[in-house]
C-alpha cells in the first residue's frame, strides 16, 4: 500500500515554464488537497478536491490549475512559473471530510525552484 | 488577525521536561481541532485530535476552550524524539479544509 505519491521529489524551472506537479493514491480516498509550504510558515492550501470531477479553489489558487478526472488522481499544473512559486508542494487525501476527525494523509514533498 | 496564531519557538526544554504550547484561532465556527506534527524536511502527520472534554494519548493532553478560542498541547516527560514543529489545526466549519499554524518549534536536548 504505497499511500500518497507525488512526483517528482525535486524540480528546478526557469521563468515562464510550466509543469505538472503528480499526485496519485491507492487508498481509494474522496479528498484530495495540495498546500504549498515557503520556508518557516504553515501551510497554504492552493486547491482541493471532494471527489473525482469537483475541485474547488483553496486560500492561494493564483497561477496553479488542478483537474480530478480520476479518485486517484489529482494534479496540479503551474502555468508561465514565477520565483514566488518557489515552495515545498504537499499533496495529502483523507476518505471523508478531514474535519470530522480523519487524518489527512501526506505525500512526500516536491521541492520546487523557479528561478 | 490571522486564522492561527502559534508562539513560534523555538522551544528547547531537556529531556523529561514538561513543555507546553497555546495556539489561538479566529474562527468562531471551527467544529473540531487537530495537533499535527511535522519533522524537519517532513510531511505533516496526526499527533491527535482535540475534543471538547480534552483528551489524553501516553504523554499528550490537548485542551480546547472554545470561550477563549485557543488550543492547548502538553508534552509529559519529553524525549529526544519529540523534537519537531507542532501545527495546531482548525478545520472550517464544513469540515472540507484545515487551516494549518505556522507551528510550534520544539527542541529537546540530552
Known amino acids: 500500500n504505497a499511500g500518497v505519491t507525488q512526483t517528482p521529489k525535486f524540480r528546478i524551472l526557469k521563468i515562464g515554464q510550466s509543469m505538472t506537479l503528480q499526485c496519485t493514491q491507492d487508498?481509494?480516498?474522496?479528498?484530495m488537497y495540495w498546500y504549498r509550504q515557503d520556508p518557516g510558515m504553515g501551510l497554504k492550501l492552493i486547491y482541493y478536491?471532494?471527489?473525482?470531477?469537483?475541485?474547488d479553489k483553496g486560500e492561494v489558487p493564483n497561477g496553479y490549475n488542478v483537474s480530478r478526472s480520476t479518485t486517484e488522481d489529482f494534479p496540479l499544473r503551474l502555468e508561465l512559473a514565477a520565483p514566488s512559486q518557489t515552495s515545498v508542494y504537499f499533496c495529502?487525501?483523507?476518505?471523508?471530510?478531514?474535519?470530522?476527525?480523519?487524518?489527512?494523509?501526506f505525500g512526500n514533498g516536491t521541492r520546487l525552484t523557479v528561478t | 488577525r490571522k486564522e492561527v496564531e502559534q508562539d513560534p519557538g523555538p522551544f528547547n526544554v531537556p529531556e523529561g521536561a514538561t513543555v507546553a504550547f497555546n495556539c489561538t484561532y479566529s474562527?468562531?465556527?471551527?467544529?473540531?481541532f487537530f495537533w499535527y506534527r511535522q519533522d524537519c524536511r517532513k510531511e505533516p502527520k496526526l499527533l491527535m485530535s482535540?475534543?471538547?472534554s480534552g483528551n489524553e494519548d501516553g504523554r499528550f493532553t490537548a485542551q480546547l476552550n472554545r470561550a477563549s478560542q485557543y488550543i492547548s498541547l502538553l508534552i509529559r516527560d519529553s524525549k529526544l524524539s519529540d523534537s519537531a514543529t507542532y501545527l495546531c489545526?482548525?478545520?472550517?466549519?464544513?469540515?472540507?479544509?484545515?487551516?494549518f499554524g505556522t507551528g510550534t518549534r520544539l527542541a529537546v536536548r540530552p
Open positions: 495529502a487525501s483523507s476518505y471523508s471530510a478531514p474535519g470530522t476527525g480523519l487524518a489527512l494523509h
Open positions: 487508498m481509494n480516498h474522496n479528498y
Open positions: 478536491s471532494v471527489g473525482a470531477g469537483i475541485t
Open positions: 474562527n468562531s465556527a471551527s467544529q473540531s
Open positions: 482535540v475534543y471538547s
Open positions: 489545526v482548525p478545520a472550517g466549519s464544513s469540515g472540507d479544509k484545515l487551516t
